[in-house]
Nanobody, 122 residues
Framework: QVQLVESGGGLVQAGGSLRLSCAASGRTFSIYTMGWFRQAPGKEREFVAT????????YYADSVKGRFTISRNNAKNTVYLQMNSLKPEDTAVYYC???????????????WGQGTQVTVSP
């Protein structure tokens, strides 16, 4: 089992930046892909970005491409999501997740963090 703890959420004005962190512990050797997802009120959880734990290959949702950057520090078992040029529509609870395989579908991810709130004011 992999345990994930997110941090770094908060309130920011439109155009601002935030960096989210996700610390992994437990059976981290089983991780193949790490991902960030988000869920706004009344909406389904949606994919934001993924990173391959070994190769650092990344994949982004079109809505965040060019504004968000996912990265990882294997020595610290930590994944980051740098969010720039934030928009009010980025407001959501952001979740970190770990998968033993590839892909960006939430059901592919077996371990989830508790979530961190990101609020972007106009």
């Amino acid at each position: 089992q992999v345990q994930l703890v997110e941090s770094g959420g908060g309130l920011v004005q439109a155009g601002g930046s935030l960096r989210l962190s996700c610390a992994a512990s437990g059976r981290t050797f089983s991780i193949y892909t790490m991902g960030w997802f988000r869920q706004a009120p009344g909406k389904e959880r949606e994919f934001v970005a993924t990173i391959n734990w070994s190769t650092s290959n990344t994949y982004y949702a079109d809505s965040v491409k060019g504004r968000f950057t996912i990265s990882r520090n294997n020595a610290k078992n930590t994944v980051y999501l740098q969010m720039n040029s934030l928009k009010p529509e980025d407001t959501a609870v952001y979740y970190c997740a770990a998968s033993r395989g590839s892909g960006s579908i939430p059901t592919n991810f077996g371990s989830w963090g508790q979530g961190t709130q990101v609020t972007v004011s106009p």
